[in-house]
């Protein structure tokens, strides 16, 4: 998908449908226009973000630097034009104007992506309230056999970009504010609160990915379990919910939430400290033949390690000369080994230590639910 021409910073769009021809544009699809620049300045803000990592806050006068003017309505069916008002950028905010420019270049680029892959079954996650109220005003006169083509467009199927009634509603109702997932790994306890009313708590662990969180548990078991263990290791498996910017929201449910002892504790450090010392390896480590074990793989060996800590006095871990990290380990009278792709992928396979049974080469596309599912059911927890 790429977008060619609007040299005059200038967006067509073009209402194609029975209705739209003669170069007429109904009154009641007039309020397309302001939802069209609302999703527009949605995406413009989180652009600014990410450029200005060091503000906390888009700049006062942002919104109303982002103006637009309906300058025209070309024939063709009914294509009104827009274009974004660069004096009103300059007035608003002078000094950033070409940085604007650019945001709303990337912009429009964006809020093509999101419909083209809404056209092939592909949708965020989630998105912040923003951008779906803008979506539910944007096309929402559309009739069935109508549609908005995006001028000047070139989609994945090589065709102009459009949106239509199916599309607008795939794309509001399979996008949320928030969405779930799930996370593994070990955090620090910070504290925990009981209530003897209800008999239930909640433990405060501070996780490296998403900081703090909240976890509510039976407060019999956070008196016996957690009380007195504060800054002490846990490893916890939950259901979260996170925001559209992949915040923590909220703790769905807590599948397992359990202290490390100290014995555990030290057999992790212990591998955390051998894979770093694999990381530190350059190029030609192995009489000039070993390749150097990018940041990736010693990270997703790391993730590996904190998923399920208690096995970590089983691993034996070892580089590999084509940039791989391999883990070899016991457990159920097989001999497994894991191995941490160089191209991203992760695999697992294994034989049976006093027998003929041997396990098949199992790949994954990376660290995922579907590995540690596998990896469970073969190997245990």
């Known amino acids: 998908m790429n977008t060619t021409d609007y040299n005059e910073k200038s967006f067509r769009l073009k209402y194609v449908g029975a209705r739209f021809e003669g170069t007429r544009l109904p009154v009641e699809v007039l309020s397309d226009l302001p939802a069209f620049r609302d999703l527009l300045i949605a995406f413009a803000k989180d652009g600014w973000r990410e450029l200005n990592s060091n503000r906390q806050r888009v700049p006062k006068h942002f919104d109303k630097s982002l103006s637009f003017d309906l300058v025209a309505i070309e024939p063709g069916c009914a294509i009104p034009k827009i274009n974004w008002n660069r004096g009103v950028a300059q007035t608003r905010l002078p000094g950033f104007v070409d940085q604007l420019e650019e945001i709303v270049d990337a912009s429009f680029e964006k809020i093509i992506s999101l419909i083209d892959n809404a056209g092939h079954d592909r949708f965020p996650q989630s998105m912040s309230s923003e ?20 001028q000047n467009t070139k989609g994945e199927d090589g065709n102009v970009v459009y949106l239509d009634w199916f599309r607008r509603k795939k794309l509001i109702t399979k996008i949320q504010e928030t969405y779930q997932t799930r996370l593994e790994g070990v955090g620090i306890l910070l504290g925990c609160v009981t209530d003897n009313e209800s008999n239930f708590g909640y433990v405060l662990i501070h996780t490296e990915k998403y900081g703090e969180i909240k976890i509510t548990l039976n407060g019999e078991r956070i008196v016996s379990e957690f009380d007195g263990n504060i800054n002490s290791d846990v490893q916890f498996d939950l259901q979260i919910e996170l925001d559209n910017n992949d915040r923590y929201i909220n703790t769905i449910d807590a599948f397992d939430v359990v202290l490390i002892d100290a014995q555990i504790e030290s057999k992790l450090i212990a591998c955390q400290k051998r894979i770093a010392c694999i990381g530190n390896l350059k190029d030609e480590w192995l009489n000039g033949d070993g390749k150097e074990i990018s940041p990736q793989v010693v990270s997703a060996a790391q993730q590996f390690l904190l998923k399920r800590p208690s096995l970590c006095g089983s691993y034996k871990i070892y580089p590999t000369e084509y940039g791989d990290i391999l883990f070899e380990f016991e457990q ?8 941490f792709k160089a191209n991203g992928f992760v695999e697992m396979y294994g034989v049976e230590i006093n027998g003929d049974k041997e396990m098949q080469v199992m790949s994954f596309n990376e660290l995922n639910e579907r590995f540690m599912s596998e990896f469970d059911r073969r190997v245990g927890r």
Do not use: C, Q, T
Request: glycine fraction near 4%.
């Open 131 to 150: 951008y779906i109220r803008a979506l539910n005003k944007f096309g929402s006169s559309l009739s069935a056999d109508e549609r908005i083509e995006f």
């Open 332 to 339: 159920r009278a097989w001999d497994f080994s894991i191995e």
